[in-house]
């Protein structure tokens, strides 16, 4: 920077904020104030003649002291630098060219959420986890399934009881239960779907589900599961058996 090129003045109107613009207001206000006040003393004439006192006396002092507290409460407003009061970068195009100014670029925010130089919201995007496994699976009466499990055969067993099973998480016994979850959510849900459900049941009841209905169930593991129905046959003995597709996804 040479001391004769204008990189000094567009410095100075760059630093200008609107507090440091309503400082410099306020102390030229009260200076100018106060010097009208002591024009006014000055000229208040003799103590012979017959001038009111108000002024004489009262409205020069009381003009000067105004002014004078305005000059000094512009000096002494505590400044509180704004978000924009920011060090300027300068970028030199050439010499006959004056300098331009650049945004400063702002530090990336630990939230989700932050905001650019502009002042415009960044969302970060969080992505989904990354599907475990998925795959046709058949139950019938009286079987159980774990869904964390990586065997071929998703580790089906005949099963009495799934809430007591630690590695056993959806079994069908007429109606579907869950070792720890189940939800109603449709064919499309993706993982936040399923991690935000809500009315989590521990059951669905033999008439409460049929071909393409889909629930997102909670495993063992705490990982999630979207189970959609794609065929439902119940004979004349009452025993049912299901047939579903499924996604799992990694915690």
């Given at each position: 920077?040479?001391?004769?090129?204008?990189?000094?003045?567009?410095?100075?109107?760059?630093?200008?904020?609107?507090?440091?613009?309503l400082r410099m207001a306020a102390v030229i206000a009260g200076l100018a104030i106060t010097v009208i006040g002591l024009v006014l003393w000055y000229r208040r004439g003799p103590d012979d003649q017959k001038v009111s006192t108000l002024r004489r006396f009262v409205l020069p002092v009381a003009v000067s002291i105004t002014g004078t507290m305005l000059a000094a409460a512009g000096v002494t407003f505590p400044f509180v630098p704004s978000s924009s009061t920011q060090a300027v970068d300068w970028v030199e195009d050439s010499p006959n060219t004056p300098p331009t100014l650049t945004a400063?670029?702002?530090?990336?925010?630990d939230s989700a959420e932050s905001k650019s130089a502009a002042g415009v919201t960044q969302r970060a995007v969080v992505s989904s986890p990354a599907e475990r496994r998925k795959?046709?699976?058949?139950?019938?009466?009286?079987?159980?399934?774990?869904?964390?499990?990586?065997?071929?055969?998703?580790?089906?067993?005949q099963a009495e009881f799934v809430h007591f099973e630690e590695?056993?998480?959806?079994?069908?016994?007429?109606?579907?239960?869950?070792?720890?979850?189940?939800?109603?959510?449709?064919p499309s849900a993706g993982y936040f779907d399923c991690a935000n459900s809500n009315?989590?049941?521990?059951?669905?009841?033999?008439?409460?589900?049929?071909?393409?209905?889909?629930?997102?169930?909670?495993?063992?593991?705490h990982r999630w599961a979207r189970v959609v129905i794609t065929a439902k046959e119940t004979d004349s003995t009452y025993s049912t058996r299901v047939t579903m597709n499924v996604v799992v996804w990694e915690k």
């Open positions: 920077m040479t001391p004769h090129s204008p990189e000094l003045f567009y410095t100075a109107i760059a630093a200008l904020t609107p507090a440091t613009t400063p670029v702002m530090a990336p925010s795959g046709p699976i058949v139950l019938t009466d009286g079987y159980a399934v774990d869904l964390d499990s990586r065997d071929t055969d998703w580790n089906i067993t590695n056993l998480d959806l079994r069908l016994f007429t109606l579907l239960d869950v070792h720890k979850a189940i939800a109603e959510t449709t009315d989590h049941q521990t059951e669905i009841a033999h008439d409460k589900f049929s071909e393409g209905d889909a629930f997102c169930v909670e495993t063992d593991e």
